[in-house]
């Protein structure tokens, strides 16, 4: 079946620093790719997403480019600030409108 | 702006009660989704609906059931609360057309005790 497989954290950072946390994914067709945030005590919020291969989301600095070669969308971030603190889900939709997320990367930014 | 609003934010029931959790959406969308969060497990989806009075089980349906009878609204009814049902629970919706996103409320606490 379809899957989503994102990086194992807690990912602890100092601000400036360079993010990425890795996602890869399962899908037969061509899914449409996305990256939510949740801040502490909230529901999901849609931070970024891709609908086809080579598509590139950006949003707030971050960045994610659809591979469909290596079936990957990895988040980056140039320099993380500590506002950036959050939990980061990767997810899919695929094409029978089913929605499959990864089990979440905790980020914690430090002064 | 997209709106998926929840009844509570937190709640506190005793074993054996039926809860009721409510979701409204109002962007108009044909899709809803109730998902239980449990850290180290990410999110599981429990129900969703893709049109009025119409429901399709998800992973982990046991001891839950929902009720959409109207196109906004889709409640998540736990029909005798168990300690086990304690989660974080987690609303969303999104269009029927392919390729767009889900729209998540701000979730509802479940402490049962």
């Known amino acids: 079946g379809d899957s989503v497989t994102q990086m194992e954290g807690p990912v602890t950072l100092s601000e400036e620093a360079f993010l990425t946390i890795n996602c890869t994914y399962t899908a037969t067709g061509y899914p449409s790719l996305f990256w939510y945030v949740q801040y502490p005590g909230e529901g999901l919020q849609l931070l970024l997403k891709?609908?086809?291969?080579?598509d590139k989301g950006s949003n707030k600095g971050f960045e994610a480019t659809y591979r469909k070669e290596t079936t990957s969308f990895h988040l980056e971030k140039g320099s993380v600030q500590v506002s950036d603190s959050a939990v980061y889900f990767c997810?899919?939709?695929?094409?029978?409108?089913?929605?499959?997320f990864g089990t979440g990367t905790s980020l914690t930014v430090i002064p | 702006d997209v709106k998926v609003t929840q009844s509570s934010r937190y709640l506190v029931k005793r074993t054996g009660e039926k809860v009721f959790l409510e979701c409204v959406q109002d962007?108009?969308?044909?899709?809803m989704f109730w998902y239980r969060q449990d850290p180290g497990l990410g999110l599981r989806l429990i129900y969703f609906?893709?049109?009025?009075?119409?429901?399709e089980k998800g992973d982990i349906p046991e001891g839950y059931s929902v009720s959409r009878e109207k196109k906004e609204r889709f409640s998540l009814i736990l029909e005798s609360a168990s300690t086990n049902q304690t989660s974080m629970y987690l609303c969303?919706?999104?269009?029927?057309?392919?390729?767009?996103?889900?729209?998540f409320g701000p979730g509802t606490r479940l402490t049962v005790t």
């Open positions: 891709a609908t086809k291969a080579d």
């Open positions: 997810a899919l939709r695929n094409t029978g409108n089913q929605f499959y």
């Open positions: 962007m108009d969308h044909e899709n």
């Open positions: 609906s893709y049109d009025v009075k119409m429901k």
């Open positions: 969303a919706s999104s269009l029927l057309l392919s390729g767009t996103e889900q729209y």
